[in-house]
């Protein structure tokens, strides 16, 4: 059966440093994962989808996850966070058409 | 239309109502899926239809909840003698296709609460 594990419901930054936000699956078989944003009283945004095209997968803003499969992880970074950031952070993976969620972390970033 | 919407987005009820939640997709999408988000959660699946017919409704948690879509279009989410644990944000998303990998389009949702 699929499943997402996202270690860490939150995570803190100061603004210009790193953003690591971690996602680890489970799939019986070759799975589609996604990275979507929640914003405060919006819907979910996609950031980013790996279809095994390439491994690296670059997103928006600034957004990009590589696809681990000895790992089976998908974690999801960006170089240099900005205030504008801070939201919370859903991993998915789907093998047909349902989609499994991760429990979300939420990022703070720190001025 | 430019987004999927959702309405009401916020909807409070007392225990024993109906609710009804309404979503109209994006013009063009053929598929369109419910979840369901409680809080400190990720969105969990309720049930999806390709057109107006309902494939999946292995989600749905009991016999309270009901989906139709009856012209393709817009779909309405009816929870029948609502109980508190029904408490939730309720999505709905639509895609272009039905076919694994295609991107997802949610929109705002609707916040029950059943006091």
């Known amino acids: 059966a699929q499943s997402v594990t996202q270690l860490g419901s939150h995570v803190s930054v100061s603004e210009g440093a790193l953003v690591l936000l971690r996602c680890n699956y489970s799939?019986?078989?070759?799975?589609?994962l996604f990275w979507y944003v929640q914003y405060p009283n919006q819907g979910l945004q996609l950031l980013l989808k790996?279809?095994?095209?390439?491994?690296l997968v670059k997103g928006i803003n600034g957004f990009e996850a590589e696809f681990k499969k000895s790992e089976t992880s998908f974690h999801l970074t960006k170089p240099s966070a900005h205030m504008s950031d801070a939201a919370e952070y859903f991993c998915?993976?789907?093998?047909?058409?349902?989609?499994?969620f991760g429990t979300g972390t939420r990022l703070k970033v720190l001025a | 239309g430019a987004g999927v919407s959702q309405s009401p987005r916020y909807k409070v009820t007392k225990r024993g109502q109906d609710v009804a939640l309404r979503c109209d997709p994006i013009?063009?999408?053929?598929?369109l899926y419910w979840y369901r988000q409680a809080l400190g959660q990720g969105p969990e699946f309720l049930t999806y239809?390709?057109?107006?017919?309902?494939?999946?409704k292995s989600g749905l948690p009991n016999d309270r909840f009901s989906a139709e879509r009856p012209e393709g279009s817009i779909s309405t989410l009816t929870i029948q003698r609502t109980e508190q644990r029904d408490s939730a944000m309720y999505r709905c998303?639509?895609?272009?296709?039905?076919?694994?990998?295609?991107?997802?389009?949610f929109g705002p949702g609707t916040r029950l609460t059943v006091t």
């Open positions: 998303a639509s895609s272009l296709e039905l076919a694994a990998g295609y991107e997802q389009y």
């Open positions: 799939s019986s078989v070759p799975p589609y």
């Open positions: 790996y279809t095994s095209a390439a491994t």
């Open positions: 998915a993976v789907s093998e047909t058409y349902k989609y499994i």
């Open positions: 013009s063009g999408h053929v598929s």
């Open positions: 239809f390709n057109y107006e017919a309902q494939q999946d």
